[in-house]
């Protein structure tokens, strides 16, 4: 049974600061995707990450993955206000399904 | 381009009541589509998901049910609903292999 363990589950921060969250998961997969919600809103797709090295990078945002640790990451570069979110990474299983990690709630303080 | 809908935005139920939440998707054609529900403060738990018309996969057992009549249209119900229904219901499509979900808006929906 594939599981998806994000770390940590509460981040606060202060503005400009870097951080990264963590996602590791379980079995083989060949596909990871980071989501953002925003408080009482639906999941905005953030990055898909495809194949071992992959690194996208949007904005402040950078995600990357190494399927041989089974490891995927979230950097934030200079956080602002803005970025205040819970994240999400999901991992690929089967053909068909998303197995969740259980989120990272976000805080950037001024 | 691809939309999804999803109905109503809100809704408030009595224990015991029955639930038809309502999801369909425009501008593609054999989509891979799910139901996801979000407790309070929680992560996603997938329901059920479905790659074809009346072809239906269940994840959790539960009091909930799922449909899809049309290739485009799926559908959660349930007979009598229980307080710990509650959460946050999301709906899903998705594509073949290596593409993501996305999601609709999304039902909140209170047992009471």
């Known amino acids: 049974e594939l599981k998806v363990e994000q770390n940590p589950l509460f981040l606060s921060m202060q503005e400009g600061k870097n951080y990264t969250i963590y996602c590791n998961y379980s079995?083989?997969?060949?596909?990871l995707y980071w989501y953002r919600q925003d408080p009482g809103k639906s999941l905005e797709s953030l990055f898909v990450l495809l194949s071992n090295g992959a690194v996208k990078q949007e904005g402040r945002l950078m995600a990357s993955l190494d399927t041989k640790a089974r490891l995927s990451t979230l950097h934030i570069t200079a956080a602002v206000h803005d970025l205040s979110a819970t994240y999400f990474c999901?991992?690929?299983?089967?053909?068909?399904?998303?197995?969740f990690g259980q989120g990272t709630r976000l805080t950037i303080n001024p | 381009s691809q939309t999804i809908h999803q109905w109503p935005a809100t809704l408030v139920q009595p224990v015991g009541s029955p639930l038809s939440l309502e999801c369909t998707v425009e501008g593609t054609s054999n989509p891979n589509l799910y139901w996801y529900r979000q407790a309070a403060g929680r992560g996603l738990q997938l329901l059920f998901y479905s790659v074809g018309i009346g072809q239906i996969s269940s994840e959790v057992p539960q009091n909930l049910s799922a449909s899809r009549p049309q290739d485009r249209q799926f559908i959660l119900s349930s007979k009598k609903l229980l307080l710990s229904d509650s959460g946050f219901y999301l709906c899903?499509?998705?594509?073949?292999?290596?593409?993501?979900?996305?999601f609709g808006q999304g039902t909140r929906l209170t047992v009471v």
């Open positions: 999901a991992v690929g299983q089967g053909a068909q399904k998303l197995v």
């Open positions: 079995t083989t997969s060949d596909r």
């Open positions: 899903a499509w998705g594509g073949w292999l290596n593409t993501e979900a996305f």
